[in-house]
């Protein structure tokens, strides 16, 4: 199963910044947090990860509490084509890089 | 780089016959996947190779079977399709470096009727 929770489906206004929250309370020390998306049934597709510090990249922004038992998505000026499936995995690397896959949460970015 | 490359992209089978759902990548990445996703669902993993020659069976390798006989190619197959098998396929890939995010490809939508 997978390790993580997060919200069925979620609105954002286009321009603003869409926070897609997740819950990995039983993370174990040496996993790392990863997102993907999936647009409409395409490939998913890696938007960053992190394993204890703050990630940012050129598509989002990856926030982890301190105790890392939760973290934040952050897309900062979200537009309609970001309106995809959100996948928040826990993933450890010794276990040959396998991914368990939750629902994810649908975010719908509005004009 | 072409990346992770599927064929077909549909296919339409009749209950009992087989086909081969072809998987190519060309970044030199050791570890291969595939994974089926039905409707509204998250992936599950089929099989997986960590290696030219080496496979593992994933959480549902029921009714499939696999191969890796190069680095570039793995091929999934399924024998006597059955109508629980309909769902779309994808194949990643990803490497054996520190940054171990995964690369999909276009997937391949598969109906058994």
């Known amino acids: 199963d997978a390790k993580t929770t997060q919200p069925t489906s979620m609105d954002c206004a286009e321009g603003r910044a869409a926070n897609l929250p997740c819950n990995h309370s039983?993370?174990?020390?040496?996993?790392?947090v990863y997102w993907y998306r999936q647009i409409h049934s395409q490939g998913p597709q890696y938007i960053i990860h992190?394993?204890?510090?703050?990630e940012t990249n050129e598509m989002a922004s990856l926030i982890i509490t301190e105790d890392r038992k939760s973290s934040t998505l952050i897309l900062p000026h979200a537009t309609l084509r970001d309106t995809a499936v959100y996948y928040c995995?826990?993933?450890?690397?010794?276990?040959?890089?396998?991914?368990?896959w939750g629902l994810g949460t649908s975010l719908a970015v509005n004009p | 780089n072409a990346g992770v490359t599927q064929t077909p992209k549909f296919r339409i089978l009749k209950i009992g016959q087989s086909m081969t759902l072809q998987c190519t990548q060309d970044?030199?990445?050791?570890?291969m996947y595939w994974y089926r996703q039905d409707p509204g669902m998250g992936l599950k993993l089929i099989y997986y190779?960590?290696?030219?020659?080496?496979?593992d069976k994933g959480e549902v390798p029921n009714g499939y079977n696999v191969s890796r006989s190069t680095t570039e190619d793995f091929p999934l197959r399924l024998e006597l399709a059955a109508p629980s098998q309909t769902s779309v396929y994808f194949c990643?890939?990803?490497?054996?470096?520190?940054?171990?995010?995964?690369?999909f490809g276009p997937g391949t939508r598969l109906t058994v009727t």
């Open positions: 990643a890939s990803t490497t054996a470096g520190e940054s171990y995010e995964q690369y």
């Open positions: 039983a993370i174990s020390g040496n996993e790392y």
């Open positions: 995995i826990v993933q450890n690397a010794g276990n040959n890089r396998k991914l368990i």
């Open positions: 970044m030199n990445h050791n570890y």
């Open positions: 992190g394993l204890k510090n703050n």
């Open positions: 190779s960590v290696g030219a020659g080496i496979t």
